[in-house]
């Protein structure tokens, strides 16, 4: 009798036991993204988070997911200059890949307070200008399509709760944001797993080229996600990661155009004109077309832009990058460049059924 209820016990116990403990990805003596304590990481809210991902149910009108925009084979960006909304409205930027994002200290193309990813996913699911899955007036609509049979295990799974809420679909999609981490390239085979052969020679001679002073790539693509807009547990330092890169300069002031100035608009400081910040160079190979508004086609023509010190009037803008000199390159040193770049490209990351259509 005694040993029954002894069991009854730990039986109650293990059901109400959270969730087992979240095991990050994660190559050996990488350090672990910083994630907010009011919403721990749990394989349940995880996989609740995927299958939201890539429910066209959470746009009003049912055509768009955040898989429309964010396309696992492009590295979880897309293939357009910029986006569209779930009704046809053009976005003004190029959405953004989803690589490590669990690590980044800020979040889009340029804004220095939007810092948690619960914060940030708001504005695709509520913003109405430009509107993305235009939620906004529709939510108890929209959040009833959630109470079904095949949602209510996983909300409970997650949150002990079978019932939908915003609470919870906005920490689960959080959730499942975080568990997108790509560290599985040739490069990363090199350079931590000790692989002499994974890198060609070619792309050897890229990487000297990318960490040289005479190209400067790393001053603003570096640490182990090649952005300085990174961080992670145990970092001491944290460095400036917006920068103006001179694609633009309209009045020979280094405006940028009244479509988009970057952080400028943000913080109304005349220094922040034009400022973005330096997105990861992981799987840079398949999120064409590249910057904040896909203006640049290929990684062909961002190593030339590059060369040149910026593009058109915005090579002599005033107020560009001091790393911004501009430089020469054979057309073997480019090709090597390109070989190097190419090399971040994590396949596994690309097709890992984790992270896929559920
Ligand atoms: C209409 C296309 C579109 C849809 C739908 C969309 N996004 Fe995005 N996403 C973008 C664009 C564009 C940006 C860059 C926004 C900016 O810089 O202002 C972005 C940025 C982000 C970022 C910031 C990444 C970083 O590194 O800073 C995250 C995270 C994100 N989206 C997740 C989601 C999730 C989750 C959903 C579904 C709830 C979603 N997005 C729906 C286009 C979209
Ligand atoms: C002054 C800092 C700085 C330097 C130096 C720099 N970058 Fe960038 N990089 C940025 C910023 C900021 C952006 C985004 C600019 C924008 O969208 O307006 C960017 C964007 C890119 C992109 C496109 C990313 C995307 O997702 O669209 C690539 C590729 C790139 N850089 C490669 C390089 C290479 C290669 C070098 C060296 C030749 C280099 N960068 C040097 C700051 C820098």
Redesign the pocket.
Known sequence: MRLAATWLLLLLLGCSQPDKPYQWALPQGFPEPIVPNDNPMSEAKVALGRVLFYDRNLSFNKTQACASCHQQAFAF?QPAKVATGSTGQLHRR?S??LVNVAYNTTLT?AHPELTRIEQQLLIPLFAEHPLEMGISGHDQEVLARFDSADYRPLFNAAFGDEVPSYDGIVKALASFVRSLVSFDSAFDHYAYQMQDDALSESAKRGMA??FSEQ???????GGINFSQASRHAGQLLQIRQ????G?YNEDGKGMYPASDM?LYEITGQGVDM????????RN?AR????????S?PT?EA??DF??AGGRGAGIDSPV?????RG?TLSVEQKQD?LAF?HSLTDENFLTKEEFAHP
Request: proline share 4%.
């Open positions: 960006a190029n953004l890949a193309w080229l990318f190209l400067e790539c790393h001053h603003c693509h917006f920068h103006n890169t694609l970057g034009g400022h973005f910040r330096a997105p990861t160079l840079i999120s064409a077309p590249y910057m904040h508004d896909g640049l990684l961002v190593l590059y060369a560009k990058s001091v790393f911004m430089f460049l770049l």
